[in-house]
């Protein structure tokens, strides 16, 4: 009798945690905060049948086979015991205050009961620790405007003293191109006889017009001529 009201219990008690329903609600995806400054991350869910016990807990989530949760022993850590809406949603909070660089990672809730097999996390949201640039000179957006503006103005000038330095350049190459050509075409006809090149130009064209048979009678002539001039 006794063992047969204890493996009655047992099988209640199984019916029992097997109606316990977990629905998990979205949660942020990832926030960004600055170095030194406080961060508040929230996870949600929903839960039907029975209380599920919530545990924080950072990336990786075991080490060495324990659940690496977030240091409750940190004064910077503050976490409330969860707060119910009017939805029945379930909702845990966790602040970090004065957050450090190796602060960042994923943080998600751990949603622990015996009914649950295997244990559920929440979504989670990635936290960002940032370090803000630090501005070596403080200057407003109006002088970076006129900053800008400058610069524009001195480049276009730059480009316009170029451009008139390499016409200038081009024409003083012309110009030089064509004195040298002239030069050359003035030392062709330097050191001629202008009379040499005039008698013989005019031997040429007599011989044109006299014909070949004038050349045969003068040289006749010159021949009497010297037969005539003997003894």
């Keep these: 009798m006794v063992a047969v009201t204890f493996l009655f219990l047992c099988f209640w008690a ?10 998990l609600e979205p949660d942020r995806p990832s926030q960004r905060v600055q170095l030194s400054h ?3 991350l929230r996870c949600c869910y929903s839960v039907t049948g029975g209380a599920v016990d919530t545990t924080w807990a950072t990336s990786p989530h075991m080490v060495k086979g324990i659940l690496r949760g977030v240091d409750w022993r940190d004064n910077r850590v503050t976490v409330d015991g969860g707060n119910l809406t009017a939805a029945g949603v379930m909702c845990h909070t966790l602040i970090l205050r004065e957050v450090r660089l190796n602060d960042t990672g994923l943080y998600q809730c751990f949603l622990n009961h015996s009914a649950l097999r295997p244990s559920v996390y929440t979504h989670g949201t990635f936290l960002h620790v940032y370090m803000p640039i630090v501005k070596i000179l403080d200057i407003s957006e109006s002088t970076k405007n006129s900053i800008l503006t400058a610069e524009g103005m001195l480049l276009m000038v730059a ?3 170029h451009g008139t330095m390499m016409l200038c350049k081009t024409k003083k190459l012309n ?3 064509k004195k040298r050509v002239k030069e050359e075409e003035e030392n062709i006809y330097e050191g001629l006889n202008l009379e040499e090149c005039c008698s013989t130009y005019d031997q040429i ?7 070949p048979y004038q050349d045969v009678g003068n040289m006749i002539m010159e021949e009497e ?3 005539l001039e003997k003894p």
């Design 14 to 23: 199984a019916g029992d945690l097997s109606r316990i329903q977990v629905t």
């Design 38 to 40: 406080t961060a508040s």
């Design 159 to 161: 480009v316009l003293l």
């Design 175 to 177: 110009q030089l191109k």
């Design 205 to 211: 064209q007599r011989s044109l017009v006299q014909g």
């Design 225 to 227: 001529e010297i037969q």
